[in-house]
């Protein structure tokens, strides 16, 4: 199974939390359209990543929900996910309600529409102009957000320094996703 998903073209990687005896421990999971590898570690990070085995020496495209420990992977291309990014998009609009997710939760179903529309026509792409469009307009949402919530990257800080106004948990989700949206994109 593992040397058939490292031949895959794309690979779909997450991993899930459980409880073993009250420690909180973890379920990797890495699936192609054909092959699914589940595998038990103590860790959520690179060294189980690395015990697993399949996303070391992959080359195809990666898939994943931006968990900064696949990154360093640079033999494949990373693709988000877009369930991944529909959920945390519906996360912000139920509970802080800013139209740039609305509009890009819009755009992400238009775009996977438009895709699945030139895939029923034997194509293999999108135009280059409805590329262009669909660019543009994702780049307009995230200047939106930028306006509605500044930077979106935050600074680290030193331990010493205190942060003068403390962000919400909820504004803090809504920053954080258009800023992994723009890095990303």
């Known amino acids: ?17 459980l409880r073993v005896s009250r420690r909180q421990d973890w379920i990797h999971v890495s699936s192609s359209d054909r092959l699914t590898f589940l595998a038990y570690h103590r860790k959520r990070g690179t ?5 697993v085995g399949i996303l070391p020496g992959y ?4 898939v994943h929900d931006g ?9 494949c291309q990373h693709g988000l996910c877009n369930a ?4 945390e998009l519906n996360y912000v609009i139920e509970t802080t309600e ?4 609305r509009r890009m939760k819009e755009l992400l179903l238009e775009i996977k529409a438009a895709v699945d529309c030139a895939r029923e026509s034997g194509k293999f792409s999108l135009s280059s102009r409805c590329r262009q469009d669909f660019q543009s307009r994702f780049d ?6 930028k306006t509605l919530y500044g930077a979106l990257m935050r600074k680290r800080r ?3 320094q205190r942060l003068i106004v403390p962000e919400s948990p909820l504004r803090m989700a809504g920053r954080k996703l258009a800023a992994r949206l723009e890095a990303k994109k």
């Open 1 to 17: 199974i593992k040397e058939g998903l490292q031949r895959s073209d794309v690979l779909g990687v997450d991993e899930t939390n």
């Open 47 to 51: 060294a189980a990543i690395e015990e």
């Open 59 to 62: 080359e195809g495209v990666c």
């Open 67 to 75: 968990f900064t420990a696949y990154d360093r992977y640079d033999g």
């Open 84 to 87: 991944h990014l529909l959920r």
């Open 98 to 101: 800013p139209e740039w997710a």
């Open 140 to 145: 307009a949402i995230i200047e939106e957000a």
């Open 158 to 160: 030193r331990r010493t």
